[in-house]
Nanobody
């Protein structure tokens, strides 16, 4: 069982930056691919970024490429999502999740994960 805890969400002005954290007490997150997802009110959950086991790869959705960056700090058992140049459309609840691989988060059009965090709210005002 992996218990994930997101933090770092808050209200910011457009153009600002935030760093979200996804932490676990145990087991070590480096055994999992970690993905970040978000869900805005009335919309479906969507993928943002993923970092593979042993950081073998990092993947980004087109709508955040160049603005968001995912990274892993194994000594802290934490995965980060650095978000720059935030836009009002980035407003959502952000979730991290664990799976065996980045492609493993997707079953066709459906998003699936072995473990999910509880989410952290990001609000971007114009």
């Amino acid at each position: 069982q992996v218990q994930l805890a997101e933090s770092g969400g808050e209200s910011v002005q457009a153009g600002g930056s935030l760093r979200l954290s996804c932490a676990a007490s145990e087991p070590s997150l480096d055994k999992y691919a970690i993905g970040w997802f978000r869900q805005a009110p009335g919309q479906e959950r969507e993928g943002i970024a993923c970092i593979g086991i042993n950081d073998v790869n990092t993947l980004y959705a087109d709508y955040v490429k160049g603005r968001f960056s995912i990274s892993r700090a194994n000594d802290k058992n934490t995965v980060y999502l650095l978000m720059n140049n935030l836009k009002p459309e980035d407003t959502a609840v952000y979730y991290c999740a664990a799976s065996h691989s980045c492609p493993g988060f997707y079953d066709g059009a459906d998003i699936r994960a072995d473990y999910w965090g509880q989410g952290t709210q990001v609000i971007v005002s114009s």
